[in-house]
T-cell receptor, first 115, second 113 residues
Framework: GAVVSQHPSRVICKSGTSVKIECRSLDFQATTMFWYRQFPKQSLMLMATSNEGSKATYEQGVEKDKFLINHASLTLSTLTVTSAHPEDSSFYIC???????????FGPGTRLTVT | AQSVTQLGSHVSVSEGALVLLRCNYSSSVPPYLFWYVQYPNQGLQLLLKYTSAATLVKGINGFEAEFKKSETSFHLTKPSAHMSDAAEYFCAVSEGGGNKLTFGTGTQLKVEL
C-alpha cells in the first residue's frame, strides 16, 4: 500500500512555457501533499505544503506565482511551473501523507528540463 | 527550528564490510527521525524511522539505526555491505509526527569489490 505516482516522469519544455506535474496517491487519501525540489547531487528542499481544499503554504524564497500548486482532491495535487526558465530545470518530487499519519510517501519524481 | 547534519558526503566501503552513515539532528521538541535511500533518477524509499518508541530501530534490507538523545545522533548501520546498497542516503527530521521533513545533505555510498 501507500503508493504515490507522478506524471510525467520526464518533461522537456521551451523557455517561457508552462508545465504541469501531477502527483497522485493511488491507494490512500492524502490530506496533505508536499512538493520538493532537488538539484543534481543535492538534498531535497521543501517548496510547499498543500492541504486538500485549501491554499498551499510556500516555503520562504519560493515564488508562489511561479510555482502554482493545486490540491483539489484527496488523491491529486498538481504543480504548475509557469513561464519556465532554464534555471527551473530540476528534479521535482512530491510526497503525500494521510490524515493522522506521520509518514510521508514519496513519488518517483519528475525530471524537468527547460531549454 | 530543526536541522540535520550528515557527516561525509561520500562513503566508500568494501563489499561485506560494515556500513556506517552518520546523522546528527537538532530539534526543539522530541524528534521523529527517518532514513531514506534514493537510487539514481528515482524517488525516496523509506529505510526506517524512529518515532519515540524503541531507540534501536530495524529497517529494510538489513539496515538499522540507533537513536541517542545524549548525542543527538541517529546513525545508520548495516553489518555487511552489498553491491546493491550503493545509493544516496538521506537522514531527515520532523518535529512531531506529520510535520514537514527537513533533510540532510545526503551521503553517497559506494560499495567496492
Amino acid at each position: 500500500g501507500a503508493v504515490v505516482s507522478q506524471h510525467p516522469s520526464r518533461v522537456i519544455c521551451k523557455s517561457g512555457t508552462s508545465v504541469k506535474i501531477e502527483c497522485r496517491s493511488l491507494d490512500f487519501q492524502a490530506t496533505t501533499m508536499f512538493w520538493y525540489r532537488q538539484f543534481p547531487k543535492q538534498s531535497l528542499m521543501l517548496m510547499a505544503t498543500s492541504n486538500e481544499g485549501s491554499k498551499a503554504t510556500y516555503e520562504q524564497g519560493v515564488e508562489k506565482d511561479k510555482f502554482l500548486i493545486n490540491h483539489a482532491s484527496l488523491t491529486l495535487s498538481t504543480l504548475t511551473v509557469t513561464s519556465a526558465h532554464p534555471e527551473d530545470s530540476s528534479f521535482y518530487i512530491c510526497s503525500a501523507r494521510a490524515l493522522l499519519d506521520y509518514e510521508q510517501y514519496f513519488g518517483p519524481g519528475t525530471r524537468l528540463t527547460v531549454t | 527550528a530543526q536541522s540535520v547534519t550528515q557527516l561525509g558526503s561520500h562513503v566508500s566501503v568494501s563489499e561485506g564490510a560494515l556500513v556506517l552513515l552518520r546523522c546528527n539532528y537538532s530539534s526543539s521538541v522530541p524528534p521523529y527521525l527517518f532514513w531514506y535511500v534514493q537510487y539514481p533518477n528515482q524517488g525516496l524509499q523509506l529505510l526506517l524511522k524512529y518515532t519515540s518508541a524503541a531507540t534501536l530501530v530495524k529497517g529494510i534490507n538489513g539496515f538499522e539505526a540507533e537513536f541517542k538523545k545524549s548525542e543527538t545522533s541517529f546513525h545508520l548501520t548495516k553489518p555487511s555491505a552489498h553491491m546493491s546498497d550503493a545509493a544516496e542516503y538521506f537522514c531527515a527530521v520532523s518535529e512531531g509526527g506529520g510535520n514537514k521533513l527537513t533533510f540532510g545533505t545526503g551521503t553517497q555510498l559506494k560499495v567496492e569489490l
